[in-house]
């Protein structure tokens, strides 16, 4: 039986399929109007791991747990929205458009669903994939449904026939009789498609792949490892899967392993990172291939949870090193794709602001990875350019709760930098004008395990900083 809602909720009303016809025209038709899409001659726009992702009416992405989907020439981005004005009974998955990966536009929230299951107060809906059924036409949405205690332990089923929704209630079922709470998704190269599911009595997890209509699935491997946020890509006849361990919503090292075919032998389990790093703060939840005319870019989508601001938490994305066994997460830093050529450029902190707008008094300021209570405040020249740069790595504390380990930050806009020795550290200052640019206030923000190269914020008037 196809669950519908209550009257007000239904995806299959009339009036809601008219308004949802005339928000797919945006979302079919790409580059979009306000979303500022590159045109051939502009620079490429970096990516900011870690930063605030807008979209193109200027709001936070809300796309959280989720994942890509590549469809006639378009990515299409499904997350958790977890906006803080929704309805609490209801869950929410909201779809971004983009051509380029960097620059998104809203098609909605496709899936509005009340408690389905009758699963009491803070039901849970979380980390869903979009597959699109070949056969059918159909696009069927997989996602992890669950009670407040995490019991139940399903995986949900709904199924739309355009790709930006909206999406009608199935069902949920338990795959192979098994729990399931953590799904990942896999498409291989011939369109197979894989449901990746953590089943946690067994102590391992389940890469199924999907039947039916891509309604049911069957089980294609099982690996012996308690982990969860499974992901997984097939690069140069290898197949990489990346996990997280089990640790709620703190961050740990996230560990890959390889196989020559889905069904094994697959070796021991690596860690992606430095493990004191805590996968630089984040957890998996796609890898995402990128297959251009030059280059094959491999893509680490991880989130970085906040669970008492969840509307804010962020992503962190970076194009992986990978190949012949071996993976690799790079440190945080912006970055650059090209999605038809597939190539993707590192970038540093000071060179990356050419490629952004200046930082203006009133608007965030932090080039790299903005994080609450890390000091945005910068005294400016006449044309509204930061006049400090600054670095620093380690793990950094600032209000909210966050969390961020060994990631480097720099204010927005400085032209030039240079660094200044100052406390048996490295400081940049930024070079805007002839005369030394003097530190304005700034909020504290408290760092720990420092090393190398690392600037911890202060307040007060300093002056010009001297060696």
């Known amino acids: 039986m196809i669950y519908l809602g209550n009257a007000r909720d239904r995806c299959t009303r009339t009036r809601s399929r008219r308004i949802w016809a005339a928000m797919l025209v945006g979302c079919a038709t790409l580059p979009f109007a306000g979303s500022a899409q590159r045109l051939p001659s502009t620079p490429l726009t970096p990516v900011q791991p870690g930063s605030q992702w807008r979209d193109n009416r200027g709001r936070l992405i809300e796309a959280h747990g989720g994942g890509m989907t590549l469809y006639r020439g378009t990515y299409y981005w499904f997350g958790e929205d977890r906006s803080p004005d929704n309805r609490p009974g209801m869950r929410y998955v909201a779809c971004y458009a983009s051509k380029d990966l960097v620059h998104w536009t809203f098609c909605g929230q496709v899936l509005k669903l009340a408690d389905p299951e009758h699963l009491g107060p803070h039901w849970v809906l979380e980390r869903p994939k979009v597959f699109v059924d070949a056969h059918t036409g159909r696009f069927v949405m997989y996602a992890h449904i669950d009670d407040a205690h995490y019991k139940y332990a399903r995986v949900m089923v709904a199924v739309s026939h355009r790709i930006a929704g909206p999406y009608c209630y199935v069902k949920s079922f338990r795959p192979f009789g098994q729990e399931s709470r953590d799904i990942g998704q896999f498409v291989d190269d011939d369109g197979a498609a894989y449901l990746i599911f953590e089943s946690r009595p067994t102590k391992g997890f389940f890469i199924a792949k999907l039947i039916d209509n891509d309604l049911n699935v069957e089980k294609t491997a099982f690996l012996l490892a308690p982990l969860e946020g499974g992901s997984l890509v097939r690069y140069q006849g290898l ?221 007060g008037n300093q002056g010009a900083l001297r060696p």
């Open 239 to 459: 197949y990489y899967v990346v996990g997280s361990h089990m640790t709620g919503w703190k961050p740990n090292p996230n560990v890959y392993a390889v196989a020559p075919s889905l069904a094994g032998p697959w070796t021991h389990f690596k860690d992606i990172a430095p493990p004191q790093v805590d996968t630089y703060g984040s957890q998996s939840t796609m890898l995402f291939k990128v297959v251009g005319s030059r280059k094959t870019a491999v893509i680490f989508m991880g989130d970085i949870w906040k669970p008492k601001a969840l509307w804010d938490s962020r992503y962190l994305w970076m194009p992986l090193v990978v190949g012949k066994g071996h993976l690799r997460l790079p440190s945080p830093q912006p970055w650059t794709i090209d999605v038809k050529t597939g190539v993707t450029t590192l970038m540093d902190r000071v060179s990356a602001r050419t490629a952004a707008a200046p930082c203006r008094a009133g608007q965030g300021c932090l080039q790299g990875i903005a994080v609450g209570g890390v000091p945005q405040e910068a005294d400016r020249d006449e044309n509204g350019w930061a006049l400090e740069c600054r670095l620093w790595s380690g793990r950094v504390f600032g209000h909210a709760d966050d969390s961020i380990s060994a990631m480097r930050y720099c204010v927005a806009g400085c032209r030039r930098a240079s660094p200044r020795a100052h406390g048996g550290r490295t400081w940049m200052q930024c070079e805007n004008s002839a005369a030394s640019a003097p530190l304005s206030r700034f909020r504290a923000a408290r760092t720990e395990v420092p090393h190398q190269n690392t600037l911890s914020a202060r307040t």
